[in-house]
């Protein structure tokens, strides 16, 4: 099943959820996104300051190019294969509603305000992936690395929510409205 997402509501307190279409089964789906635990935020955020403090002194002894490349390519490795795996364990509880032609449309349409925001921020993060890589490449700082593989786990997100028939599928709603 190859889920589109077209419409995602946030926002606080309220009900926040994402609507997928499945263009197979022709069917459309809503998932409630979870209002996760601040404090599991804030002790990630602990852990992630504390590694980067007890390596932020080592540089990897890196220094063949081949050796170089394949430590970026591991790093790509982990951090696309954690990305997949969240992303689509987030959106693992599908409810199936029903919404009629009328309605999909429109909600098509006002999930295109959120499809421009999530590209402009996919084209950001990738440049910054972009920039660690050069940085790590610069220098082998270990720090450069772990942010690496961090921004690269949520570009990888990221992605994940944007597939090609997202906007095929929002061109095609103005298209049809004309």
């Avoid at 009328?102 to 950001?124: C, F, H």
Wanted: aromatic share 16%.
């Amino acid at each position: 099943m190859k889920l589109i997402p077209f419409y995602r509501l946030q926002g606080k307190n309220m009900d926040q959820y994402t609507l997928f279409l499945d263009k197979q089964e022709n069917r459309i789906y809503k998932v409630n996104n979870r209002d996760e635990n601040n404090i599991l935020y804030w002790v990630a955020f602990v852990l992630v300051l504390a590694i980067f403090r007890a390596v932020r002194s080592i540089h990897l002894p890196v220094y063949h190019p081949i050796a170089v490349v394949f430590c970026i390519m591991v790093g790509l490795i982990i951090s696309i294969t954690l990305g997949i795996v969240v992303y689509k364990t987030y959106y693992r509880d599908l409810k199936e509603v029903y919404l009629t032609g009328p309605e999909l449309m429109e909600y098509i349409k006002r999930g295109k305000k959120s499809l421009k925001i999530e590209v402009w921020l996919t084209g950001i993060m990738f440049i910054f992936f972009i920039l660690t890589i050069l940085l790590f490449m610069m220098n082998y700082w270990i720090v450069w690395y772990l942010v690496n593989i961090t921004i690269g786990f949520l570009l990888t997100i990221l992605i994940s929510g944007l597939p090609p028939e997202r906007f095929r599928l929002s061109k095609k709603s103005f298209v049809d409205e004309g």
